[in-house]
């Protein structure tokens, strides 16, 4: 759940999707340009993500990448990867779970990283090359249209991006596509526990922040079993306090109340055999 300025404010109704793209675009160019950490257990009044990956993990991959770390959860966690897995990431910024991923399939595995920002791209690409990652890859695209082809990744993960789409069914649809049967879907994401206070919808700081564009709890996974996924479960889920909101999100006079209104859920699902 990424926090930034909210520069790209706009309460002007149903945002657009060329809005939405705009605005994830420019905050997350600005978070690949940024150089502090929002995964240090020191930054909790700063980030969503401090507290999430273990301290081994952390002190195994580049500091770059954790520089440019916006997530809001651990997909590596519920993922069960293994040595010589093809995993991909939907949404992988700077790298960090890239990086992590490329730990587990080991040499013998491949992890490719897919996102939209350019900045984060190439940020993500010299991270590789600077440490000597031979099995990672990171390719410009919308995760709307993944560009790898179909069948063949064992496991897809994401972390708090699906929910900044405009057309999250077809990212499901995508990722459901570029999976082998019988392989796997695991990402952490943000829903919504109830429904979202009308103030928000046309905020995009809100919507660039993870917020205004997540769904409730039930339409996510739904979603996901619309593009074909079985056994579809909520495996762990976090309540953001209203203290936490109020830090990534403005306010405006009617001061909705936040309270059990967002989570970071781990969410799972199978592509049949």
């Known amino acids: 759940m990424a926090k930034d300025k909210a520069e790209d404010r706009c309460t002007c109704g149903t945002p657009s999707e060329d809005d939405v793209r705009k605005a994830v675009r420019e905050r997350y160019t600005r978070v690949a340009l940024r150089d502090s950490s929002c995964c240090g257990s020191d930054s909790e009044s700063k980030c969503g ?10 002190v195994s991959i580049p500091s770059e990448a954790q520089t440019a770390s916006a997530g809001c959860g651990n997909p590596m966690a519920i993922a069960e990867l293994r040595p010589g897995m093809m995993v991909v990431d939907l949404g992988s910024g700077g790298g960090i779970d890239v990086f992590l991923a490329s730990k587990m ?3 013998s595995g491949k992890v490719f990283g ?18 000597d990652f031979a099995n990672v890859e990171f390719r410009l695209g919308e995760i709307e249209h993944i560009p790898l082809e179909s069948d063949t990744a064992d496991v897809v993960i994401s972390n708090c991006v699906v929910n900044l789409s405009p ?27 109830r429904e979202l206070p009308e103030e928000f919808r046309g905020d995009m700081s809100a919507w660039s922040a993870c917020f205004s564009g997540a769904l409730l ?10 593009a074909g ?28 109340d936040l309270s059990s209104l967002v989570a970071s859920a781990k969410v799972t699902g199978v592509k049949p055999n």
Not at 49 to 54: K, L, T, V
Not at 217 to 226: F, G, N, P, Q, T
């Open 229 to 256: 996924f079985v056994d579809v479960q909520v495996v762990g889920k976090e309540v953001y306090s209203e203290e936490l909101l109020e830090g990534y999100i403005s306010r405006n006079e009617k001061k909705s």
């Open 167 to 193: 057309d999250k069914d077809q990212v499901f649809r995508e990722a459901f596509r570029i999976l082998k049967p019988g392989g796997g879907l695991a990402v952490s994401d943000v829903v919504l526990l």
């Open 114 to 131: 897919i996102d939209a920002t350019p900045e984060m791209i190439f940020r993500a690409r010299k991270t590789a090359k600077d440490n």
């Open 217 to 226: 709890e039930e339409e996510y996974l739904a979603s996901i079993s619309r």
């Open 105 to 107: 399939v080991g040499p």
């Open 49 to 58: 993500c401090s507290g999430i990956y273990p301290s081994a993990d952390l």
